[in-house]
């Protein structure tokens, strides 16, 4: 079996290399911020989330243990950090909200045009509306339409079944109608 280029930056970050680790933050970054993006309302958490991320993989590179590949390992560490940083904040959200909003409308009104308002608004929309989506389902569905993973890589990151994401990404577009028709 080959070693893949993945495999050759962590080796040399495992030997100190800095500049290797930097690689594989540039390779991945950009990924692993949106796959925040899409459990978390805001750009900022995601920047702050994607920063978390590669702190832990940084620390835990040696763990790495190539039984998968290196995109494989860091997206389930995205996903599960993404996940509980929704659960950690999810009760602290629900008291501050009405305020932050209030604040948030202020400036963004005074500060923004009206079209990156908009945006701004249907981003945090569609964030609300993924995170009404069960946790495996919402994790599922993130991977296939912003990392445009495909079944097989997902059921990697997911250590479950390709017919198990199918259907979790059946049952999540099925939901996510439903919502949307809801409101």
């Known amino acids: 079996m080959s070693i893949t280029p993945d495999e050759i ?8 290399d800095s500049n290797a680790f930097k690689q ?3 390779r991945y970054q950009e990924k692993v911020f949106h796959t925040c993006l899409g459990f978390v309302n805001n750009e900022d ?28 390992w860091l997206y389930r560490i995205s996903t599960n950090t993404a996940i509980n940083h929704v659960r950690k904040t999810k009760n602290k959200h629900l008291f501050i909200q009405v ?22 608004e249907e981003q945090e ?22 990392q445009e993973l495909s079944n ?5 990151i997911m250590e479950i079944s390709v017919k198990a994401v199918e259907s979790l990404i059946y049952r999540a577009r099925t939901n996510l109608k439903n919502i949307i028709f809801k409101e």
């Open 9 to 16: 930056l962590v080796i040399k970050a495992l030997e100190k």
């Open 24 to 26: 594989l933050i540039k």
């Open 45 to 72: 958490d995601a920047n702050d989330l994607t920063q978390e991320i590669f702190i832990k993989v940084f620390k835990n590179l040696g763990k790495f243990q190539k039984k998968s590949k290196f995109s494989t």
């Open 99 to 120: 305020d932050s909003e209030e604040v948030s409308n202020l400036i963004a009104t005074s500060e923004k045009s009206d079209k990156e308002l908009i945006n701004k």
């Open 125 to 146: 929309r569609i964030s609300r509306i993924l995170n009404k989506l069960p946790t495996n389902q919402r994790k599922a569905f993130v991977l296939s339409q912003y």
């Open 152 to 156: 097989k890589e997902i059921s990697e």
